[in-house]
């Protein structure tokens, strides 16, 4: 690739982070400045405990009461997406290692701490939406409130201050595309479960 090239690739690239960067600024900022922010936190405080990641192992643990063999593989194929979701989840936030709202923006002070230091991607949002898609990849259009509560969770985030929007799309496609690549490799019998 010649120089020229190269040079304006770089540029390109850049103003099309700067473009990004300011969106995220200005959603965070609309999100922390809406009518009726306390009502909000309330329910952000709320939603976002819900995705501490109790309800990853709750939930297929019900439904494998409920539905003996269906339920038994929800529940091995959320085991086996959140052993490869949460050392990648891990591994791209502290390598990218993106700084949350309070420390990249002067003066902002978030509703709550996040329990570790770095924003890109959510952690609470790739959870429950893996927890969702995976579910939702084995009983169909009945778990769709799966998909509500996982939106609430990720909008939570940033609603509480801990995160930017994108930092919430880039949780909801990880966790939503290993759920997806976990089941397919299963339903197509390359990771047999019995």
Request: charged share 10%; net charge positive.
């Amino acid at each position: 690739m010649p120089v020229g090239n190269t040079a304006g690739m770089m540029m390109l690239m850049t103003r099309f982070l700067e473009g990004v960067q300011r969106f995220d600024l200005r959603m965070l900022l609309w999100f922390i400045h809406a009518r009726h922010r306390n009502l909000w936190i309330v329910f952000a405080r709320t939603v976002s405990k819900s995705g501490d990641g109790w309800m990853q192992i709750v939930l297929p643990s019900l439904i494998w009461l409920l539905d003996r063999q269906h339920g038994a593989i929800l529940f091995i194929t959320t085991a086996i997406a959140f052993a490869i979701e949460r050392p990648l989840y891990w591994l791209l936030k502290n390598t990218l290692q993106r700084r949350r709202p309070p420390e990249a923006i002067p003066s902002f002070t978030s509703v709550i701490a996040a329990s570790d230091r770095f924003s890109f991607p959510s952690g609470h949002t790739a959870a429950a939406f893996l927890l969702a898609g995976n579910t939702c990849l084995h009983y169909g259009a009945a778990s769709a409130p799966l998909f509500v509560w996982a939106s609430a969770v990720g909008l939570s985030r940033v609603v509480l201050g801990v995160h930017f929007p994108t930092d919430i799309i880039a949780g909801m496609v990880l966790g939503t595309s290993i759920a997806w690549l976990v089941s397919a490799e299963l339903l197509f019998g390359v990771l047999p479960l019995f």
